[in-house]
């Protein structure tokens, strides 16, 4: 049986690869930049604030909670968020060990 595509990489890179992806969505920035900008956790308040439907949202809403970046508690019908601290900051920490990496140009592409 072959390798898969995940398996060739290392596990920084595929790491990396799944916080990228999950944030590559418009939405989920959006998402992400309301929740920290209210300095509180959010309860149903999305809908209102993005226009986009219920189910979309709690579409975005699970995939950042898969990877961890935001938590969740269910007090009755509703559904609070906030994001982790400390996901957000190890996130933090790979992004800038990616892009804090010397680049040099080479003559044939500049």
């Known amino acids: 049986m072959g390798l898969?595509?995940?398996e060739i990489f290392?596990?920084?890179q595929n790491k990396l690869a799944a916080m990228f992806k999950v944030l590559a969505h418009p939405a989920r920035i959006a998402i992400l930049q309301y929740i920290i900008n209210q300095n509180t956790c959010i309860?149903?308040?999305l809908v209102d604030e993005l226009?986009?439907?219920q189910a979309t949202i709690s579409q975005h809403?699970?995939?950042l909670k898969n990877i961890g970046i935001?938590?969740?508690t269910i007090e009755g019908k509703s559904v609070c968020y906030c994001i982790d601290e400390?996901?957000?900051i190890n996130f933090q920490s790979h992004f800038t060990q990616f892009f804090d990496q010397e680049v040099k140009v080479n003559p044939c592409c500049g």
């Open 61 to 63: 809403l699970k995939e």
């Open 70 to 72: 935001i938590q969740g």
């Open 43 to 45: 309860c149903n308040d």
């Open 51 to 53: 226009g986009l439907a």
């Open 4 to 6: 898969t595509k995940s």
């Open 10 to 12: 290392t596990e920084e």
């Open 86 to 88: 400390k996901v957000w």
